[in-house]
């Protein structure tokens, strides 16, 4: 995940545009039409933004942060045709789009310009897949950098 944490007003308000690029396993449960042979055993890709807007509550060197935001998501399934003739497996990628809702919640430990983090989210989608509505629950930690005030103390304000 991507993501940047701009603060508003006094910083208890933030704005948080995120990029996720999510890989998982991958069973074909659907049969297609244009397809004889289901894949399993696989990988599928989610790629989301969204835009969020949260609240953080400051504890000292501590942060409590919640956040709700709404977007889009690309979605690549993998399909496979089987040329028995040729003796050959074709590849190919169904792509979809969808709109995504995200919401979560996160702790921050501020460390001198950087911070460490853990944060949770439910990533819904609102088109189906597979027959199937897909609800993400993506957990990270990390570590974040201050870049308004690395951009402060180079300028000398």
Request: glycine share 12%; hydrophobic share 35%; aromatic share 14%.
């Amino acid at each position: 995940t991507l993501g940047l944490d701009i603060a508003l007003g006094n910083g208890d308000f933030f704005l948080y545009p995120s990029v996720e690029l999510l890989v998982f396993g991958y069973n074909q449960k659907t049969a297609e039409a244009n397809y004889a042979f289901s894949v399993q055993k696989s990988r599928a890709t989610y790629s989301t933004f969204t835009f969020s807007f949260g609240h953080r509550k400051g504890l000292g060197k501590f942060s409590i942060y919640e956040f709700i935001g709404f977007g889009g998501a690309l979605v690549k399934e993998p399909r496979i045709t089987v040329d028995l003739l040729n003796q050959q497996t074709i590849f190919s990628t169904r792509n979809s789009s969808t709109w995504s809702a995200k919401g979560g919640i996160g702790v921050d430990y501020r460390i001198g310009q950087f911070v460490v983090f853990t944060e949770g989210s439910h990533i819904r989608n609102f088109s189906k897949i597979q027959n199937q509505q897909i609800g993400l629950f993506p957990v990270y930690i990390g570590i974040k950098s201050n870049i308004s005030d690395l951009l402060k103390s180079k300028d000398g304000q």
